[in-house]
């Protein structure tokens, strides 16, 4: 078996064929700039035009001259996430190994799309995303609302997806190998702003490894359609829809360790020290006598049994973020393989 079956090497990035997707709407002013700025290594660039208002695909067809351009047209509008996973589908269906997902508006830099996609083809991970937390003064820089807004999901996108290690859920400069998006069902992603986080959910329960890319995001006079006041109650309840599933499906379905009685456990102590605590403190106070101290205790007791067993629970989760690169195993690269001579039996066997 030639070695570069199981591991990625020097011959395999060589070949390896990068696509760029771009979602496109409402990005005339900024997006052939965007385009020129691609370097070399990208094999082909999929502007995808999700219905837009001012004919940004038509624009990019009459004024781009880059012969690795490919407009794609969406006949409504489905959103940012509806727009790049056309753009995947149809990067799959052409062969392309790496999947590049920037922006139009000029907020990402393409001249950092090696830092990309290195990691992917050294075999270091499945999907990679960019941070912009990672450099002190460009925080500074950013809007202290973006900084704020990102905070929060951040948290919260942290015991939704599984993902511990990584910040900045909603960056939406990433790629990601083709052989495991050909393993994400597309169709329950979620496709407008909650996209890169269930993106992420996705990814955890297939197994994928995720790894995050400092990055500088640039803000100049483009025009941002999300509402952080907007969306959180919307991304609240997917966040919180995502993490019992993905609690489920990694310490119930898929596996069991001690994490899945600490769980169950520290929520019955945690929910018994509120309601029996309560009662006798209500009660108490509508009687006007002192709580007696055996009542106390146990309340104390149960609250902290069951805060220890919630921790006991979080610190197995922080311990099982996928570290093996998904698309390294034999049975992926298979099938990836397999989809590859179906589509294009020529094709396939080039492939590495």
Same mark, same amino acid.
């Given at each position: 078996?030639?070695?570069?079956?199981?591991?990625?090497?020097?011959?395999?990035?060589?070949?390896?064929?990068?696509?760029?997707?771009?979602?496109?709407?409402? =990005?005339?002013?900024?997006?052939?700039?965007?385009?020129?700025?691609?370097?070399?290594?990208?094999?082909?660039?999929?502007?995808?035009?999700?219905? $837009?208002?001012?004919?940004?695909? @038509?624009?990019?067809?009459?004024? $781009?001259?880059?012969?690795?351009? !490919?407009?794609?047209?969406?006949?409504?509008?489905?959103?940012?996430?509806?727009?790049?996973?056309?753009?995947?589908?149809?990067?799959?269906?052409?062969?392309?190994?790496?999947?590049?997902?920037?922006?139009?508006?000029?907020?990402?830099?393409?001249?950092?799309?090696?830092?990309?996609?290195?990691?992917?083809?050294?075999?270091?991970?499945?999907?990679?995303?960019?941070?912009?937390?990672?450099?002190?003064?460009?925080?500074?820089?950013?809007?202290?609302? @973006?900084?704020?807004?990102?905070?929060?999901?951040?948290?919260?996108?942290?015991?939704?997806?599984?993902?511990?290690?990584?910040?900045?859920?909603?960056?939406?400069?990433?790629?990601?190998?083709?052989?495991?998006?050909? !393993?994400?069902?597309?169709?329950?992603? /979620?496709?407008?702003?909650?996209?890169?986080?269930?993106?992420?959910? !996705?990814?955890?329960?297939?197994?994928?490894?995720?790894?995050?890319?400092?990055?500088?995001?640039?803000?100049?006079?483009?025009?941002?359609?999300?509402?952080?006041?907007?969306?959180?109650?919307?991304?609240?309840?997917?966040?919180?829809?995502?993490?019992?599933?993905?609690?489920?499906?990694?310490?119930?379905?898929?596996?069991? /360790?001690?994490?899945?009685?600490?769980?169950?456990?520290?929520?019955?102590?945690?929910?018994?020290?509120?309601?029996?605590?309560?009662?006798?403190?209500?009660? /108490?106070?509508?009687?006007? =006598?002192?709580? %007696?101290?055996?009542?106390?205790?146990?309340?104390?007791?149960?609250?902290?049994?069951?805060?220890?067993?919630?921790?006991?629970?979080?610190?197995?989760?922080?311990?099982?973020?996928?570290?093996? %690169?998904?698309?390294?195993?034999?049975?992926?690269?298979?099938? !990836?393989?397999?989809?590859?001579?179906?589509?294009? %039996?020529?094709?396939?066997?080039?492939?590495?």
């Amino acid at each position: 078996m030639p070695s570069n079956q199981t591991s990625p090497s020097s011959d395999a990035r060589a070949s390896a064929r990068i696509a760029v997707i771009i979602p496109s709407y409402k =990005v005339t002013r900024h997006i052939l700039g965007v385009i020129a700025a691609i370097g070399p290594h990208a094999d082909a660039i999929y502007v995808v035009d999700d219905s $837009c208002p001012d004919g940004s695909g @038509r624009y990019v067809q009459q004024h $781009c001259t880059d012969p690795r351009v !490919r407009v794609l047209f969406n006949p409504v509008n489905l959103g940012v996430g509806g727009a790049v996973m056309a753009g995947y589908a149809q990067a799959i269906a052409d062969g392309m190994d790496v999947l590049v997902k920037i922006d139009g508006d000029g907020q990402m830099d393409p001249a950092l799309m090696d830092d990309f996609t290195l990691p992917i083809l050294h075999g270091e991970a499945d999907y990679t995303k960019g941070n912009r937390f990672f450099d002190l003064e460009d925080v500074r820089a950013m809007p202290r609302v @973006r900084i704020f807004g990102n905070a929060v999901l951040s948290f919260m996108s942290k015991i939704s997806t599984g993902y511990w290690q990584i910040f900045d859920p909603t960056n939406g400069y990433t790629a990601l190998h083709a052989a495991v998006a050909s !393993r994400l069902p597309f169709d329950k992603i /979620s496709r407008r702003y909650f996209f890169e986080t269930d993106m992420l959910f !996705r990814l955890n329960t297939v197994g994928a490894v995720v790894l995050d890319v400092p990055m500088q995001a640039r803000y100049a006079d483009e025009v941002s359609g999300l509402r952080i006041r907007k969306i959180v109650g919307e991304f609240l309840v997917k966040h919180l829809r995502n993490g019992v599933k993905r609690v489920f499906y990694s310490h119930y379905l898929r596996n069991m /360790s001690i994490a899945s009685l600490a769980l169950p456990l520290g929520l019955v102590m945690l929910g018994a020290a509120c309601v029996y605590g309560g009662y006798h403190w209500v009660h /108490s106070a509508q009687a006007g =006598v002192a709580t %007696p101290a055996g009542t106390v205790v146990l309340s104390a007791a149960l609250l902290m049994g069951g805060l220890q067993f919630l921790l006991a629970f979080f610190a197995v989760d922080m311990a099982s973020v996928p570290v093996r %690169p998904l698309h390294l195993t034999a049975s992926v690269r298979r099938q !990836r393989g397999v989809l590859q001579q179906q589509q294009d %039996p020529q094709a396939g066997r080039a492939q590495p």
